[in-house]
């Protein structure tokens, strides 16, 4: 007679196998941080969300109406963004692995697409930050979490 309980909990085991790829897709628990321009001495976003799984890279900024002032996003590992469906201009700025900014793009409008492919990661940021803070190529950013 063969032993149900090990074919049971095999059975069990593949459920909760299945179970957990159905779980996965949901969205993750954002985290914030704060996004500082150290060269210049001027905040970059107090209010910094963090896109680093498939899910939160993916969705990016879609389905907002906009960034509120002293936010953002902030994308990784990413080297191009599009603003394809989006509604509103943002602006860009491509880090490196050691946060050093290697592009920036100001006000890019919707239905636009933008690469660096030196970029580790990407902030995005509202429309007229990185006029407001003269970050430019060069700069060092610090990323930290708020205190």
């Known amino acids: ?79 191009s963004v599009h603003t394809f469906g989006m509604h509103f201009s943002i602006d860009l700025v491509y880090l490196n692995r050691k946060y050093v900014v290697k592009k920036v793009r100001k006000n890019v409008p919707p239905g636009r697409l933008s690469v660096c492919w030196t970029a580790r990661s990407i902030l995005e940021l509202p429309a007229g930050v990185i006029e407001a803070t003269g970050t430019a190529r060069g700069d060092q950013i610090s990323i930290t979490q708020p205190s």
């Open 1 to 79: 007679m063969p032993d149900m309980t090990s074919t049971d909990s095999k059975a069990r085991s593949l459920r909760q196998r299945l179970a957990g790829l159905f779980r996965a897709r949901t969205q993750p628990r954002s985290r914030r941080m704060v996004a500082y321009n150290t060269s210049r001495g001027m905040p970059l976003a107090k209010d910094l969300e963090v896109a680093d799984n498939p899910f939160t890279r993916r969705k990016g900024l879609l389905g907002r109406d906009g960034l509120a002032p002293g936010s953002g996003l902030w994308i990784f590992p990413c080297e």
